[in-house]
């Protein structure tokens, strides 16, 4: 097992490929990515990170877990924990680019915090999650 991670849907299908042209010379036309389909409808992305954006978006991710407060009361890693019916843990190796993205539509002072925690400028970290959304 490489990665677990509550979807919130029922997965049918996965291809290869990216549902944007990338440009060759561009970071993310060098990342690999997958498609997938759900029953519902859902259409998304899996990518696979270079470590140092994994490291760099998982600290983020986290940072953002600590400001942000979660839909109807869920904590954002206990609604991303992964369940079955023999076990449930924490969601692992995967980041959720919906959270991520949400960094960008955060108020001032929330993005100061987050950037505080982090260790680096609010304007670093919206550059990296704007070269992110680039995937998708």
Not at 11 to 25: A, E, K, Q, T, Y
Not at 30 to 47: D, E, H, M, R, S
Not at 94 to 116: M, N, T, W, Y
Request: hydrophobic residues 40%.
């Amino acid at each position: 097992t490489v990665g677990e991670y509550h979807l919130g849907e029922f997965v049918n299908r996965f291809r290869h490929g990216s549902l944007v042209m990338c440009l060759p010379d561009s970071e993310a036309a060098q990342i690999p990515t997958l498609i997938f389909g759900t029953v519902n409808g859902v259409i998304g992305v899996l990518a696979s990170l270079p470590y140092a954006q994994f490291t760099m978006l998982n600290s983020l991710q986290k940072s953002l877990n600590k400001v942000v407060k979660g839909t109807g009361g869920f904590l954002h890693d206990e609604w991303r924990s992964f369940s079955n019916e023999r076990r449930t843990v924490e969601s692992s190796n995967f980041i959720d680019g919906d959270l991520i993205e949400h960094f960008l539509d955060l108020k001032q002072d929330s993005q100061d915090e987050v950037a505080r925690l982090m260790d680096m400028s609010v304007e670093e970290i919206s550059k990296r999650v704007e070269e992110l959304t680039r995937l998708h």
